[in-house]
């Protein structure tokens, strides 16, 4: 089976477990050998994900995989939250998390700086404005980035403790 329909095949099934199950599907990753590849499913919902979440999304997106025998030799499944300073996967992410603080690396350098750190300002059609801490307001399109991350904002995270 050819690796982007391999995958696409894994990020469908973990959408509609995830779906039916009422969490956020966040990613899929596949990594590792084929003959024992490890595939993370990364979820989320309002208000965090808990240990109990992860294992009943595990359970199900297992099942699904097992009855299919999709994955034809042993692998390993990891289903996790996205973590506080979650990975931001796709345009949609930065429009969900607009105002929020960041790190974006960008795979050419835009005004000299391939590194930014500071809050995602907006989503203007495909391009990112961005509120970089060094050089202010910067703009680059979505497809110039390599890497994004949210940043935690710890004041935030006491409030809400």
Do not use: W
Not at 47 to 75: K, N
Not at 89 to 107: L, M, P
Not at 131 to 155: C, H, M, S, W
Request: with cysteine; net charge negative.
């Amino acid at each position: 089976m050819e690796v982007g329909t391999f995958d696409e095949r894994i990020r469908e099934i973990a959408r509609k477990v995830t779906d039916e199950l009422g969490f956020e599907f966040v990613h899929a990753q596949v990594a590792g050998p084929k003959h024992n590849p490890t595939v993370r499913i990364f979820i989320d919902k309002s208000g965090g994900v808990t240990i109990e979440d992860c294992s009943t999304a595990s359970r199900a997106i297992e099942s699904l995989l097992d009855s299919d025998d999709f994955i034809p030799t042993s692998y390993v499944l990891e289903v996790s939250s996205p973590g506080l300073e979650r990975e931001l996967f796709s345009i949609e992410d930065f429009k969900r998390f607009a105002g929020k603080q960041a790190k974006v690396r960008t795979n050419s350098a835009v005004n000299g700086q391939r590194n930014f750190s500071g809050e995602i300002f907006e989503v203007d059609g495909s391009e990112i404005v961005f509120n970089d801490k060094t050089n202010g307001q910067v703009r680059f399109p979505y497809e110039a980035v390599a890497k994004a991350n949210l940043l935690i904002d710890l004041e935030e995270e006491l409030r809400r403790s």
